[in-house]
């Protein structure tokens, strides 16, 4: 047998999602609930923070948006549906298939407070769009720091804060 420096066949995150699949079960089994077994796939998620909204994009190819549900809290957004398994004719078998197929469901918390009231949706070419408007206490704002007077030394010097916020897209850093 010849050595290799590494394993060709090795699959890091088909082992990770294995893991994961394995200690919900465990945890399901220890809790008494059974909803999580019935998932069988997490969906791929990107967020993004703009001064006003976070932006939570989902890819989910081949779901149609009826079978879509989506609802959102101050602190979370939780994505759930399915993608039925195609109809397989008597003549045909599948040799390999790595497409997700069946029920899922992603909760994700989010790290600042938005108004669950006013989240905006576009589902186009398998990606779902989230514009989700941050609430008022958590929009950037900027803080413009005052020098009080030096008495001294540059190590006694006051400083003193004082909270503006922004008019929206003028604040381009962070």
């Known amino acids: 047998m010849r050595w290799q420096p590494f394993d060709l066949n090795w699959q890091p995150f088909e082992r990770m999602e294995s893991l994961r699949r394995q200690l919900d079960q465990i945890f399901d089994e220890v809790t008494g609930t059974s909803t999580e077994r019935e998932v069988s796939w997490y969906p791929a998620i990107e967020l993004m923070d703009t001064s006003d909204n976070l932006v939570l994009r989902v890819q989910l190819p081949g779901i149609d948006r009826n079978h879509l549900n989506i609802q959102a809290t101050r602190d979370a957004v939780l994505i759930e549906g399915e993608h039925p398994y195609p109809q397989q004719s008597e003549d045909s078998q599948w040799l390999r298939s790595e497409f997700a197929y069946g029920k899922f469901r992603r909760l994700i918390a989010l790290p600042v407070a938005i108004e669950p009231d006013r989240v905006s949706a ?18 950037r704002r900027v803080v413009k720091v005052n020098l009080g007077e030096l008495s001294g030394s540059a190590s006694t010097a006051t400083l003193e804060a004082a909270s503006e916020t922004v008019p929206n897209g003028n604040n381009h850093s962070r």
């Open 122 to 139: 576009e589902y186009h070419d398998g990606i779902l769009t989230l514009t989700l408007l941050k609430t008022e206490q958590e929009r």
